[in-house]
């Protein structure tokens, strides 16, 4: 009996000292995890193992990371020529990027079309560019509208 419960307290041991060392979040902050196509989750240590084939990567940062600086910005109006085509665009404030964005006709009509709307630089947006074609008869005007906030990595 003795030589079973020193065989099982040694398992034991050694797989609490395996958990002890693992460096899940990373020194970064960073957890890594694996999904399943069956919808499972694993989190694991990158520095010692990888997800399977058939399962997706995902990371997330435990660290301090999130949004904070909230701030809702629109454009003054920029005016659009009947049967004519017209951009503008809005900038976050320093240090805050797009979170969302958009442009609207200046009254609930609808009579202008959003034909394209871009968020640049693509890896950390600060400027929301809109640009809007109007086919009606009468000069018409748009906002741009913005969503900015200081974003932790």
Known sequence: MNGRLALLLAVAG????????ATIPDSQGVIH???????????????????????KT???SQGAGGISGYVSLVSELQPVGSHSI??????CPEGLNVLSGGARDQFTSGALDL?????????????VTATMRNDTDDDRSFFVFAICARVAP
Do not use: H, K, M, Y
């Open 14 to 21: 050694a797989f609490a000292g395996g958990i002890a060392f």
């Open 33 to 55: 995890a694996c999904f399943g196509q069956d919808g499972s989750l694993r989190v694991i240590d990158d520095s010692t193992a990888q997800c399977r084939p058939n399962e």
């Open 58 to 60: 995902l990371t997330w």
């Open 86 to 91: 017209e951009e503008g665009s809005l900038d």
């Open 115 to 127: 034909t394209a709307l871009t968020f640049a630089p693509v890896d950390r947006p600060t400027q």
